[in-house]
C-alpha cells in the first residue's frame, strides 16, 4: 500500500489550497479514504472521510470550508480547502484501513499565514 499526499504550500489566510494523495497497491474503490492533520503540539485529528460510495463526514471546524472527494478511475483522493485560517496550519495525510491496518502516506505541509 502507497499513499502519496502533495499540494500543501504557505497560503495567506482566506486562501485555497488543493492536496491530492494518489493511491496504489490496493482496490481503491472499496476502500473509505481518510484526511487526519496534525498541527505542532498536537495529537493527529481527522478532518474529513469518504466512503467506498462516495458519502463524505467532516471534522466540524472544516465543514462548509473543506470539501473530499475522490476519484477511483485514477485511484486519487483529494481534499479542497477553502477559507483557510491560521488554524488549519498542520501536517495532512491521507490515509485508509487495508486489511485491518491503518496506512499513512508522508504527509504534506499546510501553512496559513499573512
Known amino acids: 500500500v502507497q499513499l502519496q499526499a502533495s499540494g500543501g504550500g504557505l497560503v495567506q489566510p482566506g486562501g485555497s489550497l488543493r492536496l491530492s494523495c494518489a493511491a496504489s497497491?490496493?482496490?481503491?474503490?472499496?476502500?473509505?479514504m481518510y484526511w487526519v492533520r496534525q498541527a505542532p503540539g498536537k495529537e493527529r485529528e481527522l478532518v474529513a472521510s469518504?466512503?467506498?460510495?462516495?458519502?463524505?463526514t467532516y471534522e466540524n471546524s472544516v465543514k462548509g470550508r473543506f470539501t473530499i472527494f475522490r476519484d477511483n478511475a485514477q485511484d486519487a483522493v483529494y481534499l479542497q480547502m477553502n477559507s483557510l485560517k491560521p488554524e488549519d496550519t498542520a501536517v495532512y495525510y491521507c490515509?485508509?484501513?487495508?486489511?485491518?491496518?491503518?496506512?499513512w502516506g508522508q504527509g504534506t505541509q499546510v501553512t496559513v499565514s499573512s
Open positions: 497497491g490496493f482496490s481503491f474503490s472499496s476502500y473509505w
Open positions: 490515509s485508509t484501513v487495508e486489511r485491518g491496518l491503518r496506512r
Open positions: 469518504i466512503t467506498s460510495g462516495g458519502a463524505t
